[in-house]
């Protein structure tokens, strides 16, 4: 297909491991790299002489970084107005508890209510430019949402696999959007291992975390808002709740085309990835308590967005920590609870239950000397509180 359209600098999609490369205009169906069998693939672009003029200041969504992003043809792009969430500083939780800089990128405010929304509308837009007709996703609740909204506005089928125990809200949800959901007993492993069985009985494409590669660069986005929401200058540190990682890979692949491009200085935020006791396998992998997560069994959390027991892309979110100087922490149900209630009450922003559980980790990493108080702190509010209640 012929370039139209569109400004984007998109150039092939990147083993980046063994750097074997792949055309963005073909439907990919393996979940690596079939060359070397390593790694999720990697969008690549041309970045030379682009600038921050570069970017359309007329969109106020994430497709204002159009050239950045893998569409082709600008007629396939599938949007709801994701993106250009705001950045709020948490004036009262600063005070609270002596920090000096405490900002919330809240992501709740994006469509269908979860930063969900940037990864579909990247992913389902590329699925119709390639010609796609039905979509399949296992869920732990809103990216099931997501692809829900997206495909209805596309005109596409979407197959939605979420664990039984899931809030009924993501279920209306998606039934709402005419989506065609199933049930799972278990956690959204389970999910995955029915979503690999149904593809054996009719054509559909698999948008699972990671398994195709065009959820990151939807995910990187909000990595190019705090840039530039910031004036181009980031934070020292950014906790973000993580459950399969893409928005944690998202980022730093963000920051690093920035700083490739030198739009940002060479100075990178260290990187926490913040889970749920229950459901930890990152950081027993970070903390070198196992070999890897595959043979991992969590448990459910009531922060079900950080229910992934076995994260497809273990090893982009484990080099990502450790290229960033970053670090992994888990922490309680109860503290997520409590701290949902706290945030909420505080700033005036229901917070979802995996945002939440970043203040009693932020606390933790502070009292431990791993942060200091004074510097640029950002928590990544993922979604919004509202479909738990």
């Known amino acids: 297909m012929m370039a139209t359209g569109t ?3 998109v150039l092939q999609l990147q083993c980046p491991v063994c750097e074997h490369s792949f055309r963005v205009t073909e439907v990919n169906t393996f979940a690596r790299c079939e060359h070397c069998g390593e790694n999720p693939l ?20 994430m497709w204002r970084y159009a050239a950045l992003l893998p569409l082709l043809d600008q007629r396939n792009k599938v949007t709801l107005g994701e993106g250009w969430t705001p950045i709020l500083k948490a004036e ?18 994006n469509p269908t209510g979860s930063f969900k929304a940037r990864g579909l509308s990247m992913a389902v837009s590329k699925a119709l430019e390639l010609g796609i007709e039905t979509c399949i996703v296992p869920t732990a609740g809103n990216a099931g949402g997501a692809l829900s909204a997206y495909c209805a506005k596309a005109g596409m089928k979407a197959i939605v696999v979420m664990p039984r125990h899931t809030p009924v809200a993501f279920k ?3 039934t709402f959007f005419g989506a065609e959901v199933i049930e799972v007993d278990g956690l959204i492993s389970d999910c995955a291992k029915k979503v690999a069985q149904l593809k054996q009985l009719q054509p559909c494409f698999d948008i699972s975390t990671m398994k195709e590669p065009y959820r990151l660069e939807g995910k990187k986005t909000m990595g190019y808002e705090i840039a530039e929401q910031f004036n181009w200058v980031l934070p020292d540190v950014i906790l973000y709740p993580t459950g399969g990682g893409t928005g944690l890979i998202g980022m730093w692949k963000a920051f690093q085309e920035m700083k490739t491009m030198g739009w940002v200085s060479e100075k990178m935020p260290r990187m926490v990835a913040v889970q749920a006791q229950n459901c930890m396998p990152v950081v027993l992998s970070f903390e070198q308590r196992h070999e890897h997560s595959k043979n991992y069994c969590g448990k459910a959390t009531f922060a079900n967005g950080l229910a992934v027991p076995n994260p497809f892309a273990e090893k982009l979110i484990l080099q990502t920590l450790c290229e960033s100087r970053g670090t992994a922490i888990a922490v309680s149900d109860p503290e997520i609870q409590a701290a949902m209630k706290e945030i909420s009450s505080a700033e005036g922003i229901l917070i979802s239950p995996e945002g939440a559980a970043l203040l009693p980790a ?15 702190i950002l928590l990544l509010n993922t979604g919004s509180g509202y479909k738990y209640l």
């Open 172 to 174: 209306k949800e998606c």
């Open 362 to 376: 932020l606390l933790q990493l502070i009292e431990q000397g791993v942060i200091d108080s004074d510097e640029k």
């Open 92 to 109: 009262r939780l600063s005070k609270r508890y002596h920090l000096s800089n405490l900002f919330i990128k809240d992501e709740s405010a």
């Open 7 to 9: 400004a984007s600098r």
């Open 42 to 61: 990697l969008t690549t672009y041309n970045l030379e002489g682009l600038t921050i003029h570069d970017i359309d200041q007329t969109t106020r969504s």
